[in-house]
Each structure stands twice: as C-alpha cells, then as structure tokens.
Nanobody
Framework: QVQLAESGGGLVQTGGSLRLSCAAS????????LGWFRQRPGKLREFVAS????????YYADSAKGRFTISRDSAKDTVYLQMNSLKPEDTAVYYC?????????????????WGQGTQVTVSS
C-alpha cells in the first residue's frame, strides 16, 4: 500500500495562494492515480483533482478548473496542488489519495490509500 503525507495547508486571505504537497512512499507509482479531495465542514468528501502518474493525465472538478493545478515531481514521488484565487468556500481539510488507474477517479471509496489531511482556511 502507498503511504501518503500531506503538507502545506494554512490560513490565507481571499484571493491568495497555497501549494499543497503530498509525498508518497511504499510502492512504485506507475500504476497509480493520485488524487486530491477535500472535506468542508458538514459536507461529504469531494473530488478536487487527479493525476495519473505514468501519463500525467490530469482531471479537475469544475470548482477547481482555472484556479488549481495538480502536478508531480517524479524524482521526489511527490504530487502538488497549487491553489490560486482562493475563496472562503475553499476552506476545508484537503486529503491526498492514491488509487489504481482502473478505479473511478471521482469516487473516494475507489482510492486505496489516504493521507492524514491538511487544513486550508481562507478568510474573507
């Protein structure tokens, strides 16, 4: 199983930026998709973005398109989520997850491994 560790959350003002990092270990990532999810207070966990490690194919939720960018550094086995133009509604705990390429990228239950989460708070 892949072990994941997120970092980079924090408090930022509306319109600001943050970059989240997710360091992976334990398995070769070539057959995995790495995803970012978030869970806002009182809401279900929701898909934000994903990246297929081998092909670099990326996919975004509508809420993330144009503002967030997912990328990877293969030398560090790390995936990033660059978040720009942040809004108060982006406030959430952000989780990194790893799932097999064959899985449904949008469904949290299709991912096998999860990080501990990192809090992002956007003040108005």
């Amino acid at each position: 199983q892949v072990q994941l560790a997120e970092s980079g959350g924090g408090l930022v003002q509306t319109g600001g930026s943050l970059r989240l990092s997710c360091a992976a270990s334990g398995r070769t990532l070539s057959s995995y998709r790495l995803g970012w999810f978030r869970q806002r207070p009182g809401k279900l966990r929701e898909f934000v973005a994903s990246l297929t490690w081998s092909s670099r194919l990326v996919y975004y939720a509508d809420s993330a398109k144009g503002r967030f960018t997912i990328s990877r550094d293969s030398a560090k086995d790390t995936v990033y989520l660059q978040m720009n133009s942040l809004k108060p509604e982006d406030t959430a705990v952000y989780y990194c997850a790893a799932g097999r390429i064959s899985s449904n990228r949008l469904r949290p239950d299709e991912y096998d491994s999860w990080g501990q989460g990192t809090q992002v708070t956007v003040s108005s």
